[in-house]
Protein backbone atom coordinates (compact mmCIF):
# COMPACT_ATOMS: atom_id res chain seq x y z
CA UNK A 1 0.00 0.00 0.00
CA UNK A 2 2.81 2.20 0.85
CA UNK A 3 4.35 1.91 -2.48
CA UNK A 4 0.79 2.34 -3.91
CA UNK A 5 0.85 5.79 -2.49
CA UNK A 6 4.17 6.93 -3.27
CA UNK A 7 3.42 6.02 -6.68
CA UNK A 8 0.46 7.93 -6.76
CA UNK A 9 1.62 10.74 -5.73
CA UNK A 10 4.58 10.85 -7.95
CA UNK A 11 1.66 10.57 -10.89
CA UNK A 12 0.12 13.47 -9.38
CA UNK A 13 4.10 15.04 -9.35
CA UNK A 14 4.25 14.16 -12.64
CA UNK A 15 0.37 15.38 -14.43
CA UNK A 16 1.51 18.83 -12.81
CA UNK A 17 4.64 19.20 -14.78
CA UNK A 18 3.49 18.85 -18.22
CA UNK A 19 0.58 19.72 -19.68
CA UNK A 20 -0.08 16.20 -21.33
CA UNK A 21 1.74 12.89 -21.08
CA UNK A 22 2.11 10.05 -23.71
CA UNK A 23 1.04 7.06 -22.17
CA UNK A 24 3.96 4.92 -22.49
CA UNK A 25 6.04 7.58 -21.57
CA UNK A 26 4.33 8.03 -18.07
CA UNK A 27 4.45 4.45 -17.29
CA UNK A 28 8.28 4.42 -17.81
CA UNK A 29 8.67 7.08 -15.55
CA UNK A 30 6.82 5.27 -12.52
CA UNK A 31 8.49 1.96 -13.75
CA UNK A 32 5.34 0.46 -14.05
CA UNK A 33 2.80 -1.16 -16.99
CA UNK A 34 0.77 0.94 -18.31
CA UNK A 35 -2.37 -1.22 -17.08
CA UNK A 36 -0.93 -0.58 -13.58
CA UNK A 37 -0.66 3.30 -14.80
CA UNK A 38 -4.51 2.90 -15.66
CA UNK A 39 -5.57 1.59 -12.24
CA UNK A 40 -3.23 4.73 -11.01
CA UNK A 41 -5.19 7.31 -13.16
CA UNK A 42 -8.49 6.03 -11.55
CA UNK A 43 -6.98 6.02 -8.20
CA UNK A 44 -6.74 9.69 -8.67
CA UNK A 45 -10.04 10.04 -10.04
CA UNK A 46 -11.56 8.52 -7.61
CA UNK A 47 -9.74 11.11 -5.32
CA UNK A 48 -11.12 13.83 -7.24
CA UNK A 49 -8.35 15.42 -9.36
CA UNK A 50 -9.76 15.38 -13.25
CA UNK A 51 -7.33 13.00 -14.91
CA UNK A 52 -8.61 13.37 -18.53
CA UNK A 53 -7.09 10.41 -21.44
CA UNK A 54 -6.99 10.49 -25.23
CA UNK A 55 -6.67 7.24 -27.29
CA UNK A 56 -4.80 7.22 -30.22
CA UNK A 57 -1.17 7.34 -31.44
CA UNK A 58 -1.42 10.96 -30.11
CA UNK A 59 -3.15 9.83 -27.00
CA UNK A 60 -1.81 10.02 -22.97
CA UNK A 61 -2.83 11.78 -19.72
CA UNK A 62 -3.07 15.30 -18.75
CA UNK A 63 -4.51 17.03 -15.00
CA UNK A 64 -7.36 19.34 -16.69
CA UNK A 65 -8.80 22.33 -14.90
CA UNK A 66 -10.55 21.95 -12.16
CA UNK A 67 -13.36 23.00 -9.76
CA UNK A 68 -10.75 23.10 -6.90
CA UNK A 69 -7.08 23.75 -7.54
CA UNK A 70 -4.82 20.53 -6.31
CA UNK A 71 -2.23 20.42 -3.68
CA UNK A 72 1.08 21.12 -5.55
CA UNK A 73 3.60 18.38 -5.30
CA UNK A 74 7.25 20.18 -5.09
CA UNK A 75 10.48 18.12 -4.42
CA UNK A 76 13.38 19.76 -2.24
CA UNK A 77 14.71 22.56 -5.40
CA UNK A 78 11.59 23.49 -6.58
CA UNK A 79 10.28 24.34 -3.17
CA UNK A 80 13.17 26.70 -2.06
CA UNK A 81 13.48 27.90 -5.52
CA UNK A 82 9.31 28.63 -5.13
CA UNK A 83 9.68 30.31 -1.69
CA UNK A 84 13.05 32.32 -2.83
CA UNK A 85 11.04 33.53 -5.46
CA UNK A 86 7.70 34.61 -3.54
CA UNK A 87 10.18 36.24 -1.12
CA UNK A 88 11.87 38.58 -4.03
CA UNK A 89 8.20 39.52 -5.18
CA UNK A 90 7.11 40.19 -1.89
CA UNK A 91 10.36 43.07 -1.81
CA UNK A 92 9.74 43.88 -5.23
CA UNK A 93 8.18 47.45 -4.56
CA UNK A 94 5.11 46.16 -7.67
CA UNK A 95 2.29 48.24 -6.19
CA UNK A 96 -0.25 45.30 -4.77
CA UNK A 97 2.72 42.18 -4.84
CA UNK A 98 3.82 43.11 -0.98
CA UNK A 99 0.52 41.48 0.66
CA UNK A 100 -0.32 38.68 -1.76
CA UNK A 101 3.46 37.59 -1.88
CA UNK A 102 3.09 37.61 1.96
CA UNK A 103 0.12 35.71 2.32
CA UNK A 104 1.44 32.92 -0.32
CA UNK A 105 5.23 32.86 1.42
CA UNK A 106 3.69 32.18 4.80
CA UNK A 107 1.78 28.90 3.16
CA UNK A 108 4.73 27.36 1.71
CA UNK A 109 7.30 27.98 4.67
CA UNK A 110 4.93 26.65 7.12
CA UNK A 111 4.52 23.54 5.77
CA UNK A 112 8.58 23.49 4.29
CA UNK A 113 10.75 21.07 6.96
CA UNK A 114 13.52 23.25 9.32
CA UNK A 115 16.61 21.81 6.84
CA UNK A 116 14.75 23.61 3.41
CA UNK A 117 13.69 26.59 5.44
CA UNK A 118 17.17 27.26 6.83
CA UNK A 119 18.73 26.59 3.18
CA UNK A 120 15.79 29.57 1.89
CA UNK A 121 17.06 31.84 4.32
CA UNK A 122 20.66 31.09 3.37
CA UNK A 123 20.03 31.55 -0.04
CA UNK A 124 18.12 34.88 0.04
CA UNK A 125 20.48 36.01 2.10
CA UNK A 126 23.61 35.44 -0.16
CA UNK A 127 21.84 36.40 -3.38
CA UNK A 128 21.65 39.76 -4.90
CA UNK A 129 18.24 40.38 -6.62
CA UNK A 130 17.59 43.81 -8.46
CA UNK A 131 13.96 43.56 -7.33
CA UNK A 132 15.02 43.88 -3.79
CA UNK A 133 16.32 47.65 -2.54
CA UNK A 134 16.24 47.02 0.84
CA UNK A 135 18.11 44.64 3.40
CA UNK A 136 17.00 40.95 3.55
CA UNK A 137 14.76 39.83 5.70
CA UNK A 138 15.17 35.55 6.76
CA UNK A 139 11.58 33.67 5.26
CA UNK A 140 11.19 32.33 9.04
CA UNK A 141 11.04 35.51 10.51
CA UNK A 142 8.74 37.77 8.08
CA UNK A 143 5.90 34.39 8.54
CA UNK A 144 6.42 33.56 11.93
CA UNK A 145 5.29 37.65 12.61
CA UNK A 146 2.53 38.06 9.53
CA UNK A 147 1.25 34.73 11.27
CA UNK A 148 1.18 36.21 14.72
CA UNK A 149 -0.29 39.42 13.22
CA UNK A 150 -3.12 36.92 11.66
CA UNK A 151 -3.73 34.98 14.71
CA UNK A 152 -4.04 38.15 17.10
CA UNK A 153 -1.26 36.05 19.42
CA UNK A 154 1.44 37.80 21.28
CA UNK A 155 4.88 37.54 20.13
CA UNK A 156 8.56 37.57 21.68
CA UNK A 157 11.95 38.48 19.90
CA UNK A 158 14.78 40.01 20.34
CA UNK A 159 15.30 43.40 18.82
CA UNK A 160 18.81 45.38 18.22
CA UNK A 161 18.05 49.24 17.80
CA UNK A 162 20.68 51.56 16.37
CA UNK A 163 23.69 51.90 18.72
CA UNK A 164 21.88 49.31 20.85
CA UNK A 165 22.45 46.50 22.81
CA UNK A 166 19.69 43.57 21.82
CA UNK A 167 16.90 43.44 23.98
CA UNK A 168 14.07 41.04 24.08
CA UNK A 169 10.54 42.46 23.51
CA UNK A 170 6.85 41.34 23.96
CA UNK A 171 4.37 42.71 21.81
CA UNK A 172 0.57 42.56 20.46
CA UNK A 173 1.44 42.46 16.92
CA UNK A 174 -0.71 44.43 14.79
CA UNK A 175 0.31 44.55 11.29
CA UNK A 176 3.18 44.17 8.70
CA UNK A 177 4.24 46.82 6.18
CA UNK A 178 6.66 47.14 3.36
CA UNK A 179 7.86 50.55 2.96
CA UNK A 180 10.79 51.96 0.76
CA UNK A 181 12.31 48.71 0.40
CA UNK A 182 12.38 47.36 4.19
CA UNK A 183 9.97 45.30 6.43
CA UNK A 184 8.41 46.41 9.70
CA UNK A 185 6.00 44.84 12.14
CA UNK A 186 3.46 47.92 13.89
CA UNK A 187 2.89 46.47 17.27
CA UNK A 188 1.98 47.34 20.93
CA UNK A 189 4.88 46.88 23.10
CA UNK A 190 4.03 45.60 26.52
CA UNK A 191 7.24 46.80 28.35
CA UNK A 192 6.88 50.30 27.00
CA UNK A 193 3.06 50.37 26.80
CA UNK A 194 3.22 52.18 24.00
CA UNK A 195 3.05 51.33 19.96
CA UNK A 196 6.43 50.73 18.19
CA UNK A 197 7.58 50.34 14.68
CA UNK A 198 10.10 47.49 14.57
CA UNK A 199 12.60 46.69 11.21
CA UNK A 200 12.42 42.98 10.66
CA UNK A 201 15.85 43.16 9.42
CA UNK A 202 16.94 43.81 13.29
CA UNK A 203 14.71 41.35 14.89
CA UNK A 204 15.46 37.74 15.87
CA UNK A 205 13.87 34.54 16.80
CA UNK A 206 10.05 35.31 16.93
CA UNK A 207 8.03 32.79 18.74
CA UNK A 208 4.46 33.15 20.03
CA UNK A 209 3.47 32.71 23.51
CA UNK A 210 -0.13 31.05 23.24
CA UNK A 211 -1.86 34.59 24.77
CA UNK A 212 -4.12 35.72 22.66
CA UNK A 213 -5.40 39.37 23.03
CA UNK A 214 -8.02 42.07 22.28
CA UNK A 215 -6.78 44.22 19.04
CA UNK A 216 -6.38 47.90 20.41
CA UNK A 217 -7.26 51.45 18.43
CA UNK A 218 -3.86 52.19 16.65
CA UNK A 219 -3.01 55.69 17.19
CA UNK A 220 -2.40 56.11 13.10
CA UNK A 221 -4.58 56.91 10.05
CA UNK A 222 -3.35 53.38 9.21
CA UNK A 223 -0.12 51.17 10.01
CA UNK A 224 1.94 52.83 6.73
CA UNK A 225 1.05 55.98 7.89
CA UNK A 226 2.28 54.87 11.64
CA UNK A 227 5.78 53.79 10.49
CA UNK A 228 5.65 56.89 7.90
CA UNK A 229 5.57 58.81 11.09
CA UNK A 230 7.62 56.91 13.42
CA UNK A 231 10.35 55.96 10.78
CA UNK A 232 10.79 59.99 9.44
CA UNK A 233 9.70 58.50 5.93
CA UNK A 234 8.43 60.91 3.86
CA UNK A 235 5.14 60.02 1.93
CA UNK A 236 5.45 59.10 -1.31
CA UNK A 237 4.49 61.09 -4.96
CA UNK A 238 2.76 59.61 -7.87
CA UNK A 239 4.51 61.07 -10.95
CA UNK A 240 2.52 60.78 -14.09
CA UNK A 241 4.44 61.62 -17.77
CA UNK A 242 3.01 61.54 -21.37
CA UNK A 243 5.97 60.09 -23.28
CA UNK A 244 6.57 60.41 -26.71
CA UNK A 245 7.56 56.93 -27.61
CA UNK A 246 6.21 53.37 -27.91
CA UNK A 247 4.90 51.30 -24.81
CA UNK A 248 7.61 48.70 -25.52
CA UNK A 249 10.56 51.53 -25.60
CA UNK A 250 9.65 52.86 -22.54
CA UNK A 251 9.10 49.38 -20.54
CA UNK A 252 12.50 48.47 -21.45
CA UNK A 253 14.11 50.83 -19.71
CA UNK A 254 11.79 51.38 -16.74
CA UNK A 255 10.65 48.17 -16.43
CA UNK A 256 9.06 47.10 -12.96
CA UNK A 257 9.34 50.15 -11.49
CA UNK A 258 6.48 51.92 -13.40
CA UNK A 259 3.08 51.68 -14.81
CA UNK A 260 3.00 51.63 -18.61
CA UNK A 261 -0.49 52.66 -20.36
CA UNK A 262 0.02 52.61 -23.88
CA UNK A 263 -2.04 55.92 -25.69
CA UNK A 264 -0.95 55.16 -29.65
CA UNK A 265 1.26 53.29 -31.05
CA UNK A 266 4.14 56.46 -30.68
CA UNK A 267 2.92 57.75 -27.15
CA UNK A 268 1.77 56.39 -24.06
CA UNK A 269 1.41 57.74 -19.58
CA UNK A 270 4.17 56.69 -17.03
CA UNK A 271 2.60 56.44 -13.55
CA UNK A 272 5.84 55.53 -10.92
CA UNK A 273 5.73 56.07 -7.52
CA UNK A 274 8.90 57.42 -5.24
CA UNK A 275 9.52 59.06 -2.24
CA UNK A 276 12.61 60.38 -4.08
CA UNK A 277 11.78 62.70 -7.72
CA UNK A 278 15.25 61.79 -8.75
CA UNK A 279 14.73 58.58 -9.80
CA UNK A 280 11.43 59.24 -11.88
CA UNK A 281 13.65 62.35 -13.16
CA UNK A 282 16.50 59.82 -14.48
CA UNK A 283 14.41 57.32 -15.55
CA UNK A 284 12.78 59.67 -17.94
CA UNK A 285 15.45 60.70 -19.27
CA UNK A 286 16.99 56.85 -20.07
CA UNK A 287 14.30 56.66 -22.26
CA UNK A 288 15.79 59.45 -24.31
CA UNK A 289 12.80 61.19 -26.00
CA UNK A 290 10.25 63.95 -25.56
CA UNK A 291 8.30 64.06 -22.45
CA UNK A 292 5.56 66.30 -20.75
CA UNK A 293 5.03 65.95 -17.42
CA UNK A 294 1.38 65.50 -16.49
CA UNK A 295 1.99 65.76 -12.29
CA UNK A 296 2.30 66.52 -9.39
CA UNK A 297 3.70 70.23 -9.17
CA UNK A 298 6.45 68.92 -7.20
CA UNK A 299 7.87 67.14 -10.07
CA UNK A 300 7.60 69.59 -12.90
CA UNK A 301 9.60 71.73 -10.70
CA UNK A 302 12.04 68.96 -10.08
CA UNK A 303 12.50 68.64 -13.53
CA UNK A 304 13.44 72.17 -14.37
CA UNK A 305 15.73 72.59 -11.72
CA UNK A 306 17.61 69.60 -13.07
CA UNK A 307 17.47 70.88 -16.42
CA UNK A 308 18.32 74.06 -15.73
CA UNK A 309 21.88 72.70 -13.59
CA UNK A 310 22.27 70.78 -16.65
CA UNK A 311 22.09 73.79 -18.84
CA UNK A 312 24.00 75.95 -16.14
CA UNK A 313 27.16 73.23 -16.89
CA UNK A 314 27.48 73.90 -20.72
CA UNK A 315 28.04 77.52 -20.69
CA UNK A 316 30.94 78.00 -21.99
CA UNK A 317 33.12 79.77 -19.18
CA UNK A 318 33.26 84.18 -19.22
Known amino acids: MANTSSRTLKLLSLLQTHRHWPGLELADRLGVSERTLR ?37 DEEAVALAVGIGDAAQSGIAGMEDASLRALTKVVRVLPPRLRARVDALRAMTVSAAASGPVVAAGVLTAV ?9 LRFGYTSRGCAPTGREVEPHRVVALGGRWYLVAYDLDRHDWRSFRLDRLTGPTVT ?10 AEDAVAFVQAASGTPAPYTVEALVHAPSAQVRQVV ?19 STSLDWPTQALGNVGVEFEVLGPPE ?20
Open 210 to 219: GARFRPRMLP
Open 299 to 318: FAAHVQEWGARFLRATRAPE
Open 255 to 273: GQWGTIEPLDQDSCRLTMT
Open 39 to 75: RDVDRLRELGYPVSAARGTDGGYQLAPGAVLPPLLLD
Open 146 to 154: AQACRDEER
